[in-house]
């Protein structure tokens, strides 16, 4: 086989001529055979000259070059250099993707009343400016893995994003009696459940990614109730989204919420009073609140969870529809409350 030599300005100006230019104007460089084949007869050329009729030309041999046969003397019937520029052209387009987001997670410890708490956050590093946070609260299970998924869900769409931890040291579990020990230790004592609370809205807030003006929230199960507490206390949460729990505010209660509220509720939640339902419909029409509730037919506690299986009890049942439809609302949510035309935020 001929050796070959392919000069850096004539692979240029066949690239260029392979994309529709028709001048060929290149006065150095070639694809040509090896000096000691035919130098004498090979650099002799003068003058550059245009070759009409043709894509592309060898100005050395005057020949038309046809495409497939440049590539093979380009590549030296070698395929594996191929498939190699193809890995590394799709290295180099991935990493500029990457480039363009890169999340970053991780465990952020804190504390409330002298009890050591583990959040968890999330963010797209890659942005500069500062952006509305999500404070996600998690129900009696704790911060599970689902939770973090969701906050690394929203850190995807733009936002900074942050789970609290109600329990301490980032505690979780999936038996039930344990779960309603540890939220019991939590609840009985009003004040520092409520703190628990406001310790990691301060969190998320004291940010320097986070425009501290621009604040939402979502709770699940009892994590919802947490949610309304500091609804109810009036601060200054833009949006609350509710999964599974709901309670009217009192009239004093109402004159301080400052939130859009959003109640996303299975249909078939054995905890569901149809006339605690009632209700609470009418004392939130009554209030003069901003709020929406929308119903997920046939959907049980925890329709959200893929995980809800392994908690072992009928009440609970993950419900894929729900699940998606939800999140959708969740989308919207947010994108209407910060009046975002895209969910994903910056664009």
């Known amino acids: 086989m001929n050796n070959y030599i392919v000069s850096r300005k004539y692979l240029q100006l066949q690239l260029k001529a392979f994309s529709g230019l ?6 150095r460089g070639g ?11 090979v650099l002799g050329g ?4 245009q070759y009409f009729g043709y894509r592309a030309v060898n100005e050395y041999t005057c020949r038309r070059v046809i495409k497939s046969s440049f590539l093979q003397l380009l590549c030296g019937h070698n395929t594996r250099f191929l498939f190699r520029t193809a890995l590394l052209f799709l290295a180099f387009v991935f990493t500029a993707v990457a480039a363009d987001a890169r999340i ?6 804190y504390q409330s009343e002298g009890m050591k708490l583990k959040g968890y956050l999330a963010y797209d590093d890659a942005k500069t400016e500062k952006r509305p946070g999500v404070l996600v609260v998690h129900e009696w299970w704790g911060l599970t893995d689902d939770i973090r998924k ?6 995807s769409m733009g936002y900074v994003a942050f789970a609290l931890d109600l329990y301490g040291m980032g505690k979780t579990t999936t038996d039930m009696t344990k779960a309603t020990k540890m939220l019991r ?4 004592n009003g004040y520092r459940w409520a703190q628990r609370g406001l310790a990691g809205l301060k969190v998320l807030m004291n940010l320097p990614q986070v425009d501290s003006q621009r604040i939402a929230a979502i709770g699940y199960g009892w994590g919802g109730a947490t949610l309304q507490q500091l609804v109810f206390k009036g601060t200054d949460i833009k949006g609350a989204v509710l999964f599974g729990s709901f309670t009217p505010p009192s009239a004093d209660q ?14 078939a939640d054995p905890y569901l009073d149809p006339n605690e339902l009632t209700d609470y419909i009418g004392a939130m029409d009554k209030s003069g609140l901003d709020w929406q509730m929308v119903l997920f037919g046939g ?27 939800s999140w959708k609302q969740v989308e919207l949510f947010l994108s209407e409350l910060f009046q975002i035309a895209d969910p994903k935020i910056d664009k």
């Open 22 to 27: 028709n001048d060929v104007s290149s006065r």
């Open 31 to 41: 694809v040509y055979p090896h000096p000691r084949t035919c130098a004498d007869t």
């Open 46 to 49: 003068d003058k550059p000259r």
């Open 104 to 109: 970053i997670a991780k465990t952020i410890p």
């Open 150 to 155: 969701r906050v690394d869900q929203l850190a």
């Open 185 to 188: 230790m939590v609840q009985m």
């Open 254 to 267: 109402v004159k301080r919420v400052k939130a859009t509220i959003l109640v996303l509720q299975g249909s």
């Open 299 to 325: 959907a049980k506690q925890g329709f959200s969870d893929p995980n809800a299986a392994q908690y072992k009890m009928k009440e609970f049942a993950y419900n894929q529809a729900a699940d998606r439809r």
